[in-house]
């Protein structure tokens, strides 16, 4: 089994920053790909992006690529979502999740986070 605990959300401003960061124990991090989701109020969870083991290739939604950006420091047993040029839009719970494909699709995912709340004020 892999616990994920998710930290770093908060209130910020339209057009600021927050990092958000995963933290990993348990079995092997690197032997899982980790892709970050989110969840607003009355909708669907969503695919924000995915890094893989190595952290050699990431993917991204489309109307977060070019503003957010996914890292992991496996040594540190550590990811991260970097989000910059925040809207309020982006106005989620945050959840990292870990899993063996390469995927965006939140059934392909085994372990999950508790989530962490990101408000975006306008």
């Known amino acids: 089994q892999v616990q994920l605990v998710e930290s770093g959300g908060g209130l910020v401003q339209a057009g600021g920053s927050l990092r958000l960061s995963c933290a990993a124990s348990g079995r092997t991090f690197s032997a899982y790909v980790l892709a970050w989701f989110r969840q607003a109020p009355g909708k669907e969870r969503e695919f924000v992006g995915v890094?893989?083991?190595?952290?050699?290739?990431?993917s991204y939604a489309t109307s977060v690529k070019g503003r957010f950006t996914i890292s992991r420091d496996n040594a540190k047993n550590m990811a991260y979502l970097q989000m910059n040029s925040l809207k309020p839009e982006d106005t989620a719970v945050y959840y990292c999740?870990?899993?063996?494909?390469?995927?965006?699709?939140?059934?392909?995912?085994?372990?999950w986070g508790q989530g962490s709340q990101v408000t975006v004020s306008s």
């Open positions: 999740a870990v899993g063996s494909v390469f995927s965006f699709r939140s059934p392909s995912y085994d372990y």
């Open positions: 890094i893989s083991r190595s952290g050699g290739s990431t």
